[in-house]
């Protein structure tokens, strides 16, 4: 079951940047990649630390403590794929301005199969 969650306006998430939000335990980080919204959870599995705190690239996020880049459109860990998780993604739906985030749902799982 979905569990949309209304974060922030769409006008708030600059082009080709990111902010943090708390919209989840831990907040979420909605990264905007050529002009789509891309929702991560602000914990970097590696080490539990707040990644929305790192650089955005295009569509790579990475952490600031240990350097670790992952790709905010499914979440997977690039520079260890086989050996670390990847990072958890959201669903974004944008409705009258305004940006939606479900937490039940987990994006990476999907593109992971």
Known sequence: MAKWIKVCR?????????VCA??????????????????VANVCPHA???IGEG???GRVL?????????DIHTGRNIDFPHE??????????IEQGCVWVDLEAD???EAME
């Open 10 to 18: 769409r006008d708030e998430v600059p082009a080709g940047d990111k």
């Open 22 to 39: 708390a919209a989840a335990e831990n907040g979420v980080v909605l990264c905007d990649s050529a002009g789509r919204l891309h929702a």
């Open 48 to 50: 539990g630390l707040p």
């Open 55 to 57: 650089d955005l690239h």
């Open 62 to 70: 990475i952490c600031p403590f240990h350097g670790y880049a992952y």
């Open 84 to 93: 670390e998780p990847g990072v958890r993604t959201y669903p974004v739906k």
């Open 107 to 109: 994006v990476r799982a």
